[in-house]
Each structure stands twice: as structure tokens, then as C-alpha cells.
């Protein structure tokens, strides 16, 4: 494996881990400890998801009409390290939203130049083995966040104070992961900038294999919403990170051998097979 295919699992290891702090106690903060009501909770989740998706075609055109990868990617994890602690300092769903759009910015900016540094030192014929080896430490990251989060919570305790001092803390690995990205993972070549795109038979095809995928994302629930009703069935506020360890543990587990199944059967199989596995 190439050494930055390993830095970069790293990197998505750290950031993932900050983000798993907060994610799960992100919703019981706005709704309890700020006393806004789940309608405000929805408008933040609604502005994030829109960021974070809507804005990557943007990041990835960019990148490929300026020949932009490597700064990309840096400016995406800096503005994720340093919007996380802030929400710390948050009084009300307003700052909130503007600091969790800008973090999911930050996931925009960098998702696909990311994408495009892992696919350039990753081998020929091997590429399901070097994104699910990627996204084994990214997931991994997200695992190690929720466990670090419960044992905060059931040790230390789940006052206001303490879920603001997680906030602060996220500040840690975001900071670990620009560090290595900035300090040891190369960048491309010098490529040659596109002045014009042209949509091709092959990105026809592609795109028609991923409208599968789109189409299955409308059913995902919002894990905001999901620890909501969590905590409504009574579960204890230290418990419920409990929950997304058993996700985050699977999806673990998984996703190296589902990059390895992508080499040997193809993606079209292979997303199929995953989607219909889940039904």
C-alpha cells in the first residue's frame, strides 16, 4: 500500500474520530441544553446534508479545471478542525447551523480532490482494495470517537459544561489530521488545467450507476433525529453513543472485503448486492 494511501486513512482516522465526538450529542445539545425545538434541529440538519453534497461537484470541477488537488484537500480539513471546538461557544440554532454548514463545507472541499489523491497512488486493477483500505481507517476513526464519547459521558458525567469541554476537545485530532496531510502527504503532479469538460459516454454510464445510490439515500435517517428518539424511549444520554458503535463497528468490519468484492465482481454488482443485502 502506497505510503499515502496510509496517511491519508490517517487523516480521515483523526477527523472522523473528532466528528464522532460530537455527532451523537449534537441534536440532545440543541434541543436540550440550548432548548431549541426539533423543527430548529431539522433546519440544521437540512443546511449541513445540503452543504455537504450539493458542494462537492463544485470542489471537484474546480479542482480538475485549475489543476487544484493537494490545497483543496488542506483547506477542506482545516475548515472541519477549526469549526467543531467553536460549536462549543454556541447560544442558540443560528450559530449552530452557520459552524455545522461550514464543517460540512469543509467535507465539499476536500471529498473530491481527496478521492482524486487516493485514485492517483492507489494501483491499477486494485482500486476497491485502496478506497475500502481507506475507508476501513475512516470508519475505524468514527468507532474510536463513539467509544471515546461514551466513556466521557458515563465517567465524567452529561452536564452542559462537560458536552461543551467534547466540543473544545474535537480541537485535538482535527489539528492531528491537518498536520499529517499538510506535513506528509505529497500532492499530484502538475497536471494540465481542462478549460472545457465534456460529458462523456462513460461518465453517461457512470452517472447511471450511481442514481442507484442516490435513489437509496433518500431512505437513510438522519442519525440527529435517530438519537432523538433514542433518548424519547428513555435511553440514557451516556448510552446512546453505544448505538452508533455497533454501526460504526460493522461498517468497520465491512468495508475492506466490500473493496475487495468491488475487484473481483465489479461495482454495478457489487453496489446491487450491498443494497439489496440491507433490504
Do not use: W
Not at 471546538?85 to 459552524?99: I, N, R
Not at 492507489?122 to 466513556?151: C, P, Q, R, Y
Not at 463497528?249 to 473481483?264: E, P
Amino acid at each position: 500500500m502506497n505510503k499515502n494511501i496510509i496517511y491519508l486513512g490517517l487523516v480521515s482516522f483523526f477527523t472522523d474520530l473528532s466528528s464522532a465526538m460530537i455527532n451523537p450529542i449534537l441534536p440532545i445539545f440543541v434541543v436540550v441544553y440550548l432548548g431549541e425545538g426539533m423543527d430548529k434541529l431539522g433546519v440544521i440538519v437540512a443546511l449541513a446534508t445540503f452543504v455537504s453534497y450539493a458542494l462537492r461537484f463544485v470542489s471537484g470541477y474546480v479542482s480538475d479545471r485549475f489543476a487544484i488537488v493537494k490545497p483543496l484537500v488542506v483547506a477542506g480539513y482545516a475548515l472541519s478542525a477549526f469549526c467543531k471546538p467553536l460549536m462549543g461557544f454556541s447560544e442558540g440554532y443560528k450559530s449552530v447551523a452557520f459552524l455545522k454548514s461550514l464543517e460540512r463545507l469543509g467535507k465539499a472541499v476536500r471529498s473530491a480532490p481527496k478521492d482524486s489523491l487516493i485514485a492517483y497512488f492507489g494501483k491499477e486493477g486494485e482500486m476497491g482494495k485502496t478506497f475500502g483500505f481507506h475507508k476501513t481507517l475512516d470508519i475505524a476513526g468514527e468507532l474510536s470517537g463513539t467509544v471515546l464519547l461514551f466513556l466521557i459521558l458515563y465517567f465524567l458525567g452529561k452536564s452542559e459544561e462537560i458536552v461543551r469541554g467534547i466540543f473544545f476537545a474535537t480541537f485535538i485530532p482535527g489539528v492531528m489530521a491537518l498536520l499529517i496531510v499538510i506535513f506528509f502527504v505529497e500532492d499530484v503532479k502538475k497536471r494540465k488545467e481542462i478549460k472545457r469538460f465534456v460529458f462523456s459516454k462513460k461518465d453517461k454510464k457512470i452517472s447511471a450507476n450511481l442514481s442507484i445510490y442516490f435513489l437509496f439515500l433518500f431512505f437513510f435517517f438522519n442519525e440527529a433525529f435517530f438519537t432523538m428518539e433514542a433518548k424519547e424511549v428513555g435511553i440514557s444520554i451516556a448510552f446512546i453513543p453505544l448505538l452508533f458503535v455497533v454501526s460504526t463497528a460493522v461498517q468497520t468490519l465491512t468495508s475492506y472485503y466490500s473493496g475487495l468484492m468491488i475487484d473481483r465482481m465489479g461495482v454495478k454488482k457489487t453496489l446491487l448486492y450491498l443494497i439489496f443485502s440491507v433490504f
